[in-house]
């Protein structure tokens, strides 16, 4: 198995760019998350799939992010318009619940480093 | 919700000493607790984990211990080497909506010095 699939590695973009990150979860993986990771903060939950529905936002901190997850293996996390305070990592990670129990296999990509200038 | 304190901050030792990082939760029903450690520029990987089952687990130079009364479990490492240096996370699983949620400690960054 490839693992957690993120793309891009890295984006620069400007200020009041659209950004979009990729995400590809492990197959028959039924959760994904999307984190960002600074060090002030640390690993933020932004938002949470499970069976390809949203089940919870609240960590997405505001109206210019959103995110899909249109089929099992594909998730995308948009930022529209992006600031410099955007700047950060931003992991997705996937899990199967239920089987082994809760997080089983849970798994980190390798990452998108954002930068907005 | 689950709320996870994971302490020090950071931690500092000389290669071949221990390492303990401690983690409190506060959600007595959490029965999995997963600890991860992120190299520089890296992803956070999974070294080891403990269910609420067992009090304690081993895998070479690492452990895990639980204590589910006091909520709290902690990560040891005995003979510590520089490539130990990293950052590493604690985690608790909250439930939402019949699914786990990893609520993450803030990390610890070990540093070993050789």
């Known amino acids: 198995d490839a693992g957690v699939i993120q793309s891009p590695r890295h984006e620069v973009t400007e200020m009041g760019q659209e950004v979009t990150l990729r995400c590809k979860p492990i197959s028959g993986h039924n959760s994904l998350f999307w984190y960002r990771q600074t060090m002030m903060r640390g690993l933020e939950l932004l938002i949470y799939?499970?069976?390809?529905?949203?089940?919870?936002d609240s960590g997405m901190p505001e109206d210019r992010f959103s995110a899909k997850m249109p089929n099992a293996s594909f998730s995308t996390l948009k930022i529209q318009p992006s600031e410099p305070r955007d700047s950060a990592v931003y992991f997705c990670?996937?899990?199967?619940?239920?089987?082994?129990?809760?997080?089983?296999?849970?798994?980190f990509g390798s990452g998108t480093r954002l930068t907005v200038v | 919700g689950e709320n996870v304190e994971q302490h020090p901050s950071t931690l500092s030792v000389q290669e071949g000493d221990s390492a303990v990082i401690k983690c409190t939760y506060s959600?007595?029903?959490?029965?999995?607790f997963p600890w991860y450690k992120q190299e520089l520029g890296k992803r956070p990987q999974l070294i080891i984990d403990i269910r609420s089952n067992v009090g304690e687990k081993k895998d070479q130079r690492i452990a895990v211990t639980l204590n589910k009364t006091a909520k709290h479990f902690s990560l040891h490492i005995t003979e510590t080497q520089p490539e130990d240096s990293a950052v590493y996370f604690c985690?608790?699983?909250?439930?939402?909506?019949?699914?786990?949620?990893?609520?993450f400690g803030r990390g610890t960054s070990l540093i070993v010095h050789p």
């Open positions: 985690a608790a699983p909250r439930q939402s909506g019949g699914s786990y949620i990893p609520t």
């Open positions: 959600d007595s029903a959490s029965n999995y």
């Open positions: 799939f499970n069976n390809n529905v949203p089940i919870d």
């Open positions: 990670a996937s899990s199967l619940d239920g089987q082994g129990g809760p997080n089983y296999g849970y798994t």
